[in-house]
């Protein structure tokens, strides 16, 4: 009779855990930051439909690095569970804690429990009427979850890209400023290519079209007469707001 390979428990949920980080990493990587006009989301994607971003109630968003399949599907449970509470309570009861507390148990119980661990980082970001009631509260694949304060990278040269978005970012940036301020982090990342005989690569402008941004913007019932905070950004708004930057 064949005896069985023991693995301990601390080697296996190693080993699981290292799984799930090499596939984090691969993954391009996605700046979520509180600024003084709200929120906003900058990920480092050339696919014009497999969003990274997206709404998941009012003034609630969602950001993801790793494998599209598995937080795409975190997503649409996300927003299954907000139509539902918020349908059955009221609007006001959908929280971004809350959220963040179900897809926490979700990936600590896949974690545990499967044979692979779902290889994703997640951001649940809730924008307030002020500043010091922005929530950002960062998911990883194991079901931990952080309240982050200011702004959060996750995925691909994530160190490097906070090292460089530490120079730029500051509380008071409006939300075009701080679209830059990311965009410019993320050329540590690979975004812009340096071309021969220039070895900085952040001399190199952004391409646009590498882009996915969306704000979550803090008074959307004075600006657009909505109550829905989420609003994409692209095509010829995207491409003005960052020459801005350049001319700047």
């Not at 399949?69 to 927003?79: D, I, P, T």
């Not at 980082?121 to 009427?129: D, I, Q, S, T």
């Not at 959060?152 to 160190?159: I, L």
């Not at 690979?190 to 900085?200: F, I, K, N, S, V």
């Amino acid at each position: 009779m064949t005896q069985q390979f023991y693995v301990s428990p601390e080697q296996l949920m190693k080993d699981r855990a290292d799984f799930a980080r090499k596939g984090i990493g691969r993954g391009r990587s996605v700046v979520v930051m509180s600024c003084r006009d709200g929120i906003a989301l900058v990920a480092e994607n050339p696919s014009p439909s497999l969003h990274k971003l997206g709404e998941i109630y009012d003034r609630i968003a969602f950001a993801a690095v790793g494998k599209y399949n598995e937080f795409e599907s975190l997503r649409q449970a996300g927003v299954r569970y907000a139509d539902v509470r918020g349908y059955s309570y009221a609007r006001e009861d959908v929280t971004a804690r809350g959220l963040a507390s179900v897809y926490a148990q979700s990936l600590g119980a896949v974690f545990t429990a499967e044979s692979k661990p779902f290889e994703v980082e997640l951001v649940v970001a809730e924008v307030g009427r002020t500043q010091n009631s922005d929530h950002l509260y960062r998911l990883t694949f194991d079901g931990s979850i952080a309240d982050e304060t200011g702004f959060v990278v996750m995925g691909g040269a994530a160190d490097a890209v906070v090292d460089g978005l530490r120079e730029n970012w500051s509380a008071e940036l409006s939300l075009p400023e701080a679209v830059r301020a990311a965009a410019r982090s993320l050329r540590h990342d690979g975004l812009a290519t340096p071309g021969a005989g220039d070895p900085q690569p952040s001399s190199q402008p952004v391409d646009p079209t590498l882009l996915e941004v969306a704000f979550l913007e803090r008074d959307p019932d004075t600006l657009r007469g909505s109550r829905r905070a989420f609003r994409r950004i692209g095509g010829p708004e995207l491409e003005h707001l960052l020459e801005q930057g350049e001319d700047a």
